[in-house]
């Protein structure tokens, strides 16, 4: 069990609902000017990096001093989930293209079998740790996502290149786990929109060989519904699965749960990321009295659906502001025996 250690020391009710985030904080407006600046030259040497540590002390510190159990860089440093681990393997080659708003865009292409020497993460992770004294879990795009974003042009078929991915993560997680790292969350949003839950398995088992017991591994799932990935995706070997349900178009948990075993733990997305206006503490309440009703609330993690990128910083630190004040009061709550639980 790797969850109860991320009680912090002072918390103040006996229930405890893990906080976290899940998927990237929107970038300070200024950086991309700053990055573009950098790339025509006409900022001083060390200015692009120096912002990126600003961008990146900026989130964690507002992570941290809300209240999250858990925090981690925001991703800040990332210009996209496929992008951004393109740098570093070789022979997936960026096209450009995309319209520049969301998680997907432009497309790599593959040109020869990918392969990487170098660490991804494991110095964004030493820094978002240096600035902070919570635990920071770390996001990594998982292999099935990187693949199916890409344009597979040296691979027969996307399982294959999966495989190969899965060994470049699994090589990432194991120097993440050298480094420290208490938590790490591998993203599959690729997965809902194409429910290949048998190679999300296979990759999975591969990236879990890397993680000690006491490491905390887990997988978010979005961008679709789950009623392909389910219920496999509760037997993925992993200790948490985290789920989208609070979108307009999220599936109905208690549909969703109808399937899951109790085996592993769940993250239960309980603000709107998409939505402009700011998630209510009465709404974001009574999504986290539905997740204690269907999930025991030992299992579970509070979380956003997903990355708050599409919101500006604002609204998105509003939405986060409102799900900690939420879940302290279900808490209280549960102490008092106002709420039942499963
Ligand atoms: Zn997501």
Known sequence: MTRER???????TESFLLTT???SYPRPAWLPEIED???????P??????????ASRAAVNIFDRMGLDVVTDGEVRREGMIEYFARFIDNMEQDGGGDGTGWNTGM???VDEVSSSEPWLVDDYRFAASVTDCPVKVTVTGPFTLASFSQPQAYDDVGELTADLAELVAAEVARLVDAGVEWIQIDEPGLGISPHSELAHESLSRIAEEVPDDVRLGVHVCSGNY???????????VDEVDLEFASDDADD???VLAAWDGDVDIGFGVVDPQDRDVDSIEEIRARIEEAVSLVPPEQLTITPDCGLKPVKRPIAREKLENMVEAVEAVEAAMDAGEVETA
Do not use: K, W
Request: charged share 25%; no cysteine; net charge negative.
């Open 6 to 12: 991320f009680r912090p020391p002072d918390h103040e």
């Open 21 to 23: 985030v899940v998927g």
């Open 108 to 110: 790599p292409t593959i």
């Open 227 to 237: 009623d392909n990935l389910a219920p496999e995706m509760f037997s993925f070997p």
């Open 45 to 54: 040497e060390g200015t692009v990096e120096e912002a990126l540590d600003d």
């Open 253 to 255: 948990p208690a549909d």
């Open 37 to 43: 600046a950098h790339a025509d030259g006409s900022v």
